[in-house]
């Protein structure tokens, strides 16, 4: 006698939940992530490395990324975020050109769910829940490690002359902040002016000879909140005959390949890294919200310095 086994309807039924749970698990981590990204612009060097780290990692994830260059005006990151908010993006990162004004798109993006991901820079609000995480340098790190190089390399003396960032961005306030309260220990060590370069190479340049002109010999010292506005000041200094490096100490941030072959060559002292290569970090930090996960608040890079003691061995394998 032959005997048919029929499942019965109980189990039949499992499988076809386990069909259908399964079937949504692979759409789930085989759907496209969508994500957008407000960039302050394309004011630097570091800030071109910034753009391809994100840029190419997308790629090699298979991430669509919906870049918006901001070109330095925030009225321009605001409405990309709004575009990204009516595009129904899964995720929204922000490098913010300034620290303040950003409370009203910020909500409109909570209100639609969406997570937003400050890389780079920070922004000040009064809720804290108005974004998901952080991710970046420690900006008063780096200018606590130039302040302590320096007040180390000149004996705690001599008349400083600063070269800003952008007014009212994060790292031209931290910078400016934690470098000024490290030589506070110094009182031989005095900053005498203090103008923005806005973080261009154009800008350094500009201010650069401003600062010649007025303040002649008078000064020891050049601090600047990055390698491009060190770099034109370097230019600047050269043209009016003076040695960079030699009759001017020049300490700066961000160790892009240039400044640190500009260390090499004796023409700037000390550039404190800001690692624009987080690409990868960022789009980890995407995929764990994306998926529910809890992610760190803060999250900073690690940063190095480079003077004539390492600078060289360090060229080799810079990749920005
Ligand atoms: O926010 C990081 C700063 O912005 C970098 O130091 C600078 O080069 C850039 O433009």
Redesign the pocket.
Known sequence: MRVFLYPSMKSLARLVTFAAVFAAAVSISAKTLTVGFAQ?GA?????TANTDSLRNEAEKRGINLKFVDGQGKQENQIRAVRSFIAQKVDAILI?PIVETGWEPVLREAKRAKIPVILM??TVKVSDDSLFTCFV??DFAEEGRMAADWLAKHSNGKGRILELQ?TPG???ANERRRAFAEAIAKYPELKIVDSQSGD?RRSGGKEVMEAFLKKHGRNFEILYA????MALGAVQAIEEAGLKPGKDITIVS??AIKEAIQAVIDGKINCTVE?NPLFGPKVYDLVAKIVAGEKVPRVQYNKDELFDSTNAAAAIGSRQY
């Open positions: 302050t004011e630097s060097a570091w800030r490098a780079d820079r970046g340098s960032g961005s994060a790292p973080f909140h990055n390698d491009d941030i961000d800001c």
